[in-house]
């Protein structure tokens, strides 16, 4: 038994050069994220198949609070999930918890914004991706969602966009408008109790 801990906690260690957590923090989503299993009799004494998608999304708001009350937690999984079928393996748990650490850079926290916000995934926040991120901040009055959509929309092209013409702002823009939100970093950050 032992040994097997042993094993594991040589596995998890690499992790420390790869994210902004400490050992002590991974290990802590290692045992978050086999705590899922559990209920599947997996050993959680053993390491996981870190790249098999074993997490559903539902299972980790479930056991992942943190996580589970961001209303941005289904985005947030399908960026970071390579799998289709609202699934998340270990890994990509792990690159979660990494980016939302409170260490995790700035510039990967707005790279990982852009994405989340980027709901068409077309490389551009435009005024559709706007309007997702109103709706899924504001409870629904489509009324009120319309009128503020397009305030906020054209405040931000106002802002920070190109021409006129041209209602879509780049990864650059968008970096530039988050580097001046001091409260970025602390709303894109949640650590694991």
Known sequence: ???????????????????????KQIKNC?????????????????????TKPVCTYDDLFESVPELGHNPFRDRICDVFSSEQGRKLNFLEFLDICSV????????????????????????????????????????????????????????IFKEFGGPEENKLLTKFQVQEMLEKSPEFADNFTFALQ
Request: proline share 1%; hydrophobic share 30%; no cysteine.
């Open 1 to 23: 038994m032992g040994g097997t801990t042993s094993k594991l906690d040589e596995s998890l260690q690499k992790y420390e050069d790869l994210t902004y957590l400490n050992f």
């Open 30 to 50: 290692h045992n978050r994220f086999t705590d899922i299993k559990k209920r599947e009799n997996v050993n959680s004494g053993s390491l996981v198949d870190l």
């Open 100 to 155: 939302f650490n409170e260490n995790a850079s700035q510039e990967a926290k707005i790279k990982r914004a852009f994405q989340i916000f980027d709901f068409d995934n077309d490389g551009f926040i435009g005024k559709g991706d706007i309007s997702k991120v109103i709706k899924t901040i504001v409870p629904d009055d489509s009324n009120t969602n319309l009128n503020i959509t397009d305030a906020v929309s054209d405040q």
